[in-house]
């Protein structure tokens, strides 16, 4: 632990003093597309409500019901994509977010369970191409299921993890290495999140920013993680902003629900 040479850890490359890294579903978009995707073209929200309640009770592993979840979607990827940017909204602020954090160096690092190529093609939808190639993402991925030829056929693709944990992205991971960097070499790392994917990587911050009215915010109370609720980025615009100028300190923000 505390072994990564700072050179391999890629938001470092600028020298920033802070760094922000989000979950993507539901945290940046107004909605979970995976959860749209299962409610619409696949198995149903009662289905996927009764799955997420298993996991927050910790009866099951999220990436097991995240896994059935997206097996019953058997449409074809593209037509997965296309059907998403008709439906996901960006959350009201991230725009404006986005253009201050590039402006004053602090690089926004996406931690996403869901998969990469339809958080890029969101993001372009959302922002441009450009901006959304600026982004560091650290996410699952898509494959050709066995025995079929191309992911954009019917039933043709599959998730591929980023890793063998049980969150199937354990988050906490990416983080950690920035977390153990000797003081002085440390940024000051933020994370905003909404939901049970966000689990592992809540207690690895400075400040986490929770949703409001999601599950994560409940668990931030119940393990004592020092968080703020947001309602939008421009929530989280006002905190970082007065936290980058020095006017408030990250433990002063951490004031819980709000
Ligand atoms: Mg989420």
Redesign the pocket.
Known sequence: MGSTPAAALPALQTKPKFIFFT?????ITQQ?SNDFMTDNLGFGAEKRKLANAGVLTGKRDFRDSFTEMLDSVTTPFDKCIETLIQNITLDQGFKEFFAWARENNVPIVVLSGGMEPIIRALLAHFLGEEEAGSMQIVSSNVAVRPGKKSIDEEGGWMIVYHDDSGFGHDKSLEIRPYANLPEGERPVLFYA???V??LSAAKETDLLFAKAGRDLVTYCENENVPFQTFHSFYDILDTVKAIVSGEINVKDAAIGRK
């Not at 979950?23 to 945290?27: A, K």
């Open positions: 979950d993507f579903d539901g945290t979970d999140g909404d939901g994917s966000d």
